[in-house]
């Protein structure tokens, strides 16, 4: 029987937002032996449930505070252009659209919590799958966990949702690992931090720099569940087989709390799809316009999605 566990992260100010409901929706549709790895700032949540692990990110991985703290204070590693003596630098001609703004392509310190949560939860998790999913996800009806790991054959390293010639989106991927090349793979992805050979890399950003962790060390050993298998449009999560579980409130649908009909690129049988435009996703509860203003104009940074 193989065992599976499931890891997230989220900054402190997206609790309430969507994280406490991402977390709900696992606690109700997951099954009872795939426990969910949060991985938070700060204070930890008063939330509990023997379904769900609060561990402080800071505290477990000494070296993203260390590469938070080398940063923190450099815009241009913040996503931002204003370059200081002895910051780091974009390389010359990355990017396109976004070249000469800021933008979340960029954003090295604030991608590097999702990249630092996999290799700890991939290290301690006492399971032979580990799945990331993105906090801003629901799910909305039960998954099963034959599910979750046949979509990854025990022969390969990882799948992911392939978006063709650009980066995947990873809101959802799953690590084997039993498979050989984990070690390599994550002292890859994490080197690329504690050297600071990041600011190597055309972009900084989590999809972009998993992509090249694939290309690089597992070549053949990936496999795509998005475009690769047929999901069609820019949204391939609520296009792809995982549309059938969990929505993925990516961008500006944070806002709305679902994404809607029209991300839809062909007919969907779940009663959830059906009636998604009259869902309420927040009981009533108006979201909070700080977060709206906070969360638009994180999106607006980068044209290119996410």
């Given at each position: 029987?193989k065992?599976?566990?499931?890891?997230?992260?989220?900054?402190?100010?997206?609790?309430?937002?969507?994280?406490?409901?991402?977390?709900?929706?696992?606690?109700?549709?997951?099954?009872?032996?795939?426990?969910?790895?949060?991985?938070?700032?700060?204070?930890?949540?008063?939330?509990?449930?023997?379904?769900?692990?609060?561990?402080?990110?800071?505290?477990?991985?000494?070296?993203?505070?260390?590469?938070?703290?080398?940063?923190?204070?450099d815009?241009?590693?913040?996503?931002?252009?204003?370059?200081?003596?002895?910051?780091?630098?974009r390389?010359?001609?990355?990017?396109?659209?976004?070249?000469?703004?800021?933008?979340?392509?960029?954003d090295?310190?604030?991608?590097?919590?999702?990249?630092?949560?996999v290799?700890?939860?991939?290290?301690?998790?006492?399971?032979?799958?580990?799945?990331?999913?993105?906090?801003?996800?629901?799910?909305f009806r039960?998954?099963?966990?034959?599910?979750?790991?046949?979509?990854?054959?025990?022969?390969?390293?990882?799948?992911?949702?392939?978006?063709?010639?650009?980066?995947?989106?990873?809101g959802?991927?799953?690590y084997?690992?039993?498979?050989?090349?984990?070690?390599?793979?994550?002292?890859?992805?994490?080197?690329?931090?504690?050297?600071?050979?990041?600011f190597?890399?055309?972009?900084?950003?989590?999809?972009?720099?998993?992509?090249?962790?694939?290309?690089?060390?597992?070549?053949?050993?990936?496999?795509?569940?998005?475009?690769?298998?047929?999901?069609?449009?820019?949204?391939?999560?609520?296009?792809?087989?995982?549309?059938?579980?969990?929505?993925?409130?990516k961008?500006?649908?944070?806002?709305?709390g679902?994404?809607?009909?029209?991300?839809?690129?062909?007919?969907?049988?779940?009663?959830?799809?059906?009636?998604?435009?009259?869902?309420?996703?927040?009981?009533?509860?108006k979201?909070?316009?700080?977060?709206?203003?906070?969360?638009?104009?994180?999106?607006?940074?980068?044209?290119?999605?996410?």
């Amino acid at each position: 029987m193989k065992t599976l566990a499931v890891v997230t992260t989220f900054p402190p100010n997206r609790w309430t937002a969507y994280a406490k409901r991402m977390i709900d929706s696992h606690v109700r549709y997951w099954p009872d032996d795939v426990v969910l790895y949060a991985y938070h700032e700060g204070k930890q949540p008063e939330y509990s449930h023997e379904k769900v692990k609060f561990i402080n990110i800071e505290e477990v991985n000494p070296e993203l505070v260390k590469f938070k703290q080398r940063h923190k204070n450099d815009p241009v590693a913040n996503g931002e252009v204003q370059e200081i003596p002895g910051g780091v630098r974009r390389l010359d001609g990355a990017g396109d659209k976004d070249k000469n703004k800021g933008s979340y392509l960029w954003d090295a310190v604030r991608f590097a919590h999702k990249t630092f949560a996999v290799d700890h939860a991939i290290k301690n998790c006492p399971t032979d799958y580990v799945l990331w999913l993105d906090a801003d996800t629901y799910t909305f009806r039960p998954i099963t966990k034959d599910f979750v790991t046949g979509l990854l054959p025990e022969d390969k390293l990882v799948n992911f949702l392939g978006r063709g010639e650009k980066y995947p989106e990873c809101g959802w991927v799953c690590y084997n690992k039993k498979h050989g090349k984990i070690k390599q793979f994550m002292e890859y992805w994490t080197d690329l931090y504690i050297k600071d050979t990041i600011f190597n890399e055309v972009e900084w950003h989590d999809s972009y720099l998993f992509w090249q962790c694939v290309k690089r060390i597992a070549p053949n050993d990936g496999v795509d569940i998005g475009k690769g298998a047929g999901a069609k449009g820019h949204h391939v999560f609520i296009n792809s087989v995982l549309g059938a579980y969990v929505d993925h409130m990516k961008g500006k649908r944070k806002v709305k709390g679902k994404s809607s009909k029209t991300d839809l690129r062909g007919d969907r049988n779940e009663d959830y799809w059906k009636n998604v435009e009259n869902y309420d996703p927040f009981g009533g509860v108006k979201f909070d316009p700080k977060q709206v203003d906070d969360i638009v104009s994180k999106v607006a940074k980068g044209k290119q999605g996410n």
